[in-house]
């Protein structure tokens, strides 16, 4: 019998030993239709060329319809490259065709340009002067885009509602967090909700602790963990930046770099907050980049390209808003290993638990620097 093999060979490396292989999915040209459709969905648990047990099954299981976009950014390009494969040999973006379809990223700033959702807006917003207000190439624009954009972004069908702050105070951003909750509410009561259950939240903004002398029992701290906690109940996950180091001196040899900022430091067992580092796309923490064991993540945040800007940018708040998009992807998929484990669950805390859970235990994969990076599961 003939056999037709599907080599994908561009110095595939096997992660865990440094090894470059080449990767093959092997199917007689002569299988019927059916059998095709067994092999294509059948639970491989190991490894097609090593024969090694994955200690990640669903690398090599065809559970969803995946769309490529060419010559895609590297950030982007990182996001679907599976384990044993170096990114830079890759030109597309591979993504689950659902891309996010009807769910909803609120994204929290102080200002926006785009034709998205109707915004939420903090009191005094609309006051601020109008070059605050739009700005289309700012680094809250670029944030977002990040997100869901269409060339940039991650959730490509996602939908941005913006969630505009005055100034980016500590106590203006648990505004922001208090309309979000309260629009969430709303909707919840509706006899059809459209985003209760199917929204996650993000931002790049961050408060250190040594700076703003925080006291966790005053306000605005206190109310900033507590409404982020009803969020929580409500199902809804909060991805949020784990910040930078000292600047603009960012980085100084044997400076702390543990999570130092709010609302980030909040991350605990019991608080399912998300928190996003920065890395370079071959896994090496940024300099100056915070870490440590409250971040949930790394996602690629050096050098990264995104709307507005000529030049590429580096930095933590680059971090969140792919991981956020990575998110609500998953939220829209009907079948597969993150919709299995969190069916039942939407709508509640014990939700926002299991999506923790996935990117730290499925969604991500440890690079030999250290840095455990945020992946969408391509399984090739």
Same mark, same amino acid.
């Given at each position: 019998m003939r056999w037709l093999g599907f080599l994908y060979l561009c110095s595939l490396l096997d992660r865990s030993t440094g090894l470059f292989i080449g990767k093959a999915d092997v199917l007689p040209d002569d299988a019927t239709e059916e059998e095709a459709d067994d092999f294509a969905n059948s639970d491989n648990s190991t490894d097609p060329v090593t024969g090694l047990e994955s200690s990640q099954p669903h690398l090599f299981k065809r559970e969803q319809r995946w769309l490529s976009q060419d010559n895609a950014v590297h950030e982007l390009r990182v996001i679907s490259t599976p384990p044993y494969m170096d990114w830079s040999c890759r030109t597309g973006y591979e993504y689950q065709a659902e891309a996010g379809e009807d769910r909803f990223i609120y994204h929290i700033e102080v200002e926006f340009d785009g034709r998205v959702e109707p915004p939420l807006k903090v009191p005094g917003y609309d006051a601020m002067p109008e070059k605050y207000r739009s700005a289309p190439d700012s680094h809250s624009t670029c944030v977002a885009d990040k997100a869901m954009g269409k060339r940039y972004g991650v959730a490509k069908k996602a939908r941005l509602i913006p969630v505009l702050l005055p100034? +980016?105070? +500590?106590?203006?951003?648990?505004?922001?967090?208090?309309?979000?909750?309260?629009?969430?509410?709303e909707d919840m009561a509706k006899d059809h909700p459209t985003r209760y259950k199917k929204s996650v939240v993000v931002s790049s903004l961050a408060y250190d602790k040594i700076h703003y002398n925080v006291d966790e029992s005053q306000e605005p701290w206190s109310s900033m963990k507590s409404t982020l906690s009803e969020l929580f109940d409500l199902g809804v996950p909060v991805v949020q930046s784990g910040g930078n180091g000292l600047v603009p001196n960012f980085y100084i040899p044997g400076q702390n770099l543990g999570v130092s900022k709010y609302p980030a430091y909040f991350a605990a067992e019991d608080f399912p907050i998300i928190n996003a580092g920065s890395a370079s796309a071959n896994g090496r923490v940024i300099d100056g980049a915070l870490r440590g064991p409250k971040i949930t993540v790394f996602a690629d945040a050096q050098a990264i390209t995104c709307v507005g800007y000529d030049t590429v940018q580096t930095g933590s708040s680059f971090a969140a808003p792919p991981v956020a998009g990575g998110i609500a992807v998953f939220m829209s998929l009907t079948e597969g290993s993150f919709y299995e484990r969190t069916k039942g669950k939407a709508g509640t805390r014990a939700f926002v638990e299991e999506v923790r859970k996935f990117i730290r235990e499925e969604a991500s994969y440890l690079q030999h620097s250290g840095a455990r990076m945020f992946y969408n599961l391509n399984p090739e």
């Open positions: 100034l +980016p105070t +500590p106590t203006q951003f648990v505004d922001g967090l208090k309309r979000v909750r309260d629009d969430i509410k």
